[in-house]
């Protein structure tokens, strides 16, 4: 019976009557798409660039690290030119490492703006020098309206680097995923073309209005009146404050439904 | 093919250059697999497309980067598909890749699998279980593959997988004495 259904399974997904016919325009839309996704990134940084040193700081890395990443758009403004040393650099950039003092090899512009800080928290596995921040405990642990610490829906990537309190948690469907620094299960997930659109906390927290991890869902539907449990991935509920963002609720597997995780989701286009 | 693409990448130290034609060459080599696969992900090839779209464009955007810290993009797309197709995905229509469909949505297309109970039922499955079934019978990953790719405990694969198991089985005596 279990062999029956899994072979037709195996054979319903060899069907040809899967395949779509690709247009021929495709590949250019793709490769245009993602030239708009890259080139709207580059604008944040550079919008990041002009707010303060400390931001800087972030961006000029983040700058690094787009140089390597292929040029889909034009070059950026704060293009390096390719050379023996700078590949390493941007090796480093591109796992995430930040390095709050150029390299010498970087244009001027890069140099000229050396900011005041030393180095930053690194987080490369490699050959960087790691200076460690001790991690910092959030201790507001209010969820919403907009945000969540010095974390903020719709923030840069370069803001949130900045914070020296989000750690790289790999990617997830084009979206980067960080972990908020001695906050286990939390995750910011920092989409290219809304910047950050979601904050997920599993502990530590609790929303303005009192619900907080192991809140049952009957508070939650008290404290929250619109709330809506039909849709498909999460129930959720407006966030009072913020037209622009709703919260999320997990609750656990068993009958008492507790509040296991709570999101407050912005406008974003990430995985989960 | 695509595989090529990347191992070529890996030994260009001065991947900047190469990346345009290569994220170009590997849209390319990799469209029709991922179309497919996206397909059967979403349970219409509309909203697959839109979905190989939305995740190709994200990861073209940093793709040395993901060349770099992945070493297998192709594989880094499926997985990033079967997650961003789970839960936070906002369907939206766009340009379509796909060449035979309207660009209307007002009609849905009809699916040429319509009159397959099977994926019918397939596709009255819940994302999360629809997404352990194709992971585990489409890309044919172990349970604990599933549970890496998806993030989830190993656990809960097992039960979803079960879960998603009984209801096509049920879903399918139904059809079968409805139609007998």
């Not at chain 1, 050396?114 to 030393?118: I, L």
């Given at each position: 019976m279990d062999d029956d259904l899994e072979d037709e399974l195996k054979r319903l997904f060899e069907d040809e009557r899967l395949d779509v016919r690709v247009s021929p325009d495709a590949e250019r839309t793709v490769v245009a798409g993602a030239r708009r996704v890259r080139r709207r990134r580059t604008a944040f940084v550079t919008a990041a660039a002009v707010v303060s040193a400390g931001v800087l700081a972030a961006s000029t890395v983040f700058a690094v690290r787009e140089q390597g990443t292929a040029k889909l758009a034009e070059p950026p403004t704060l293009a390096i030119t390719s050379s023996s040393t700078t590949v390493s650099t941007s090796e480093q950039a591109a796992q995430g490492t930040s390095v709050a003092q150029p390299p010498s090899t970087e244009t001027t512009k890069l140099n000229t703006s050396?900011?005041?800080?030393?180095k930053k928290e690194t987080t490369s596995s490699s050959t960087s020098p790691r200076t460690s921040v001790p991690p910092t405990i959030i201790t507001n642990k209010v969820l919403g309206p907009v945000g969540y610490g010095p974390f903020r829906l719709g923030m840069s990537e370069a803001e949130l680097l900045a914070t020296q309190l989000a750690e790289p948690a790999g990617d997830v469907g084009g979206c980067a995923k960080y972990e908020i620094k001695g906050i286990a299960g939390s995750a910011l997930y920092y989409s290219p073309s809304y910047g950050l659109g979601l904050i997920v906390l599993t502990s530590n927290v609790r929303t303005p209005a009192g619900i907080t991890i192991g809140s049952t869902e009957d508070q939650v539907r008290n404290k929250y009146p619109d709330y809506n449990d039909t849709v498909v991935s999460h129930p959720r509920a407006a966030v009072p404050g913020n037209s622009t963002a709703v919260y999320e609720f997990t609750y656990s597997a068993d009958e008492q439904r507790t509040v296991t995780g709570l999101t407050l989701m912005g406008t974003q286009d990430c995985a989960g | 093919m695509a595989m090529m693409v990347s191992t070529h990448l890996a030994h260009a130290p001065k991947a900047g250059e190469a990346s345009v034609d290569d994220f170009g060459e590997f849209v390319r080599a990799a469209l029709p697999g991922l179309l497919r696969y996206g397909h059967a992900l979403a349970g219409n090839p509309h909203d697959g497309a839109d979905l190989v779209q939305s995740v190709l464009e994200k990861v073209g955007s940093r793709w040395t980067t993901v060349v770099r810290t992945t070493g297998d993009p192709l594989a880094y797309v499926r997985r990033a598909m079967a997650n961003t197709n789970i839960s936070h995905w906002r369907r939206r229509r766009r340009e379509s890749l796909c060449a035979d469909l309207p660009e209307t949505a007002a009609a849905p297309q009809p699916d040429?699998?319509?009159?397959e109970p099977l994926w019918q039922a397939l596709r009255a499955l819940p994302q999360r279980q629809r997404a352990v079934i194709v992971l585990r019978y489409y890309e044919g990953l172990s349970e604990a593959e599933i549970a890496q790719t998806l993030k989830v405990s190993p656990g809960t694969v097992k039960s979803q997988a079960s879960k998603a198991m009984a209801t096509l089985r049920t879903r399918l005596s139904g059809t079968t004495e409805e139609g007998r």
């Open positions: 050396t900011p005041p800080s030393g | 040429a699998f319509d009159n």
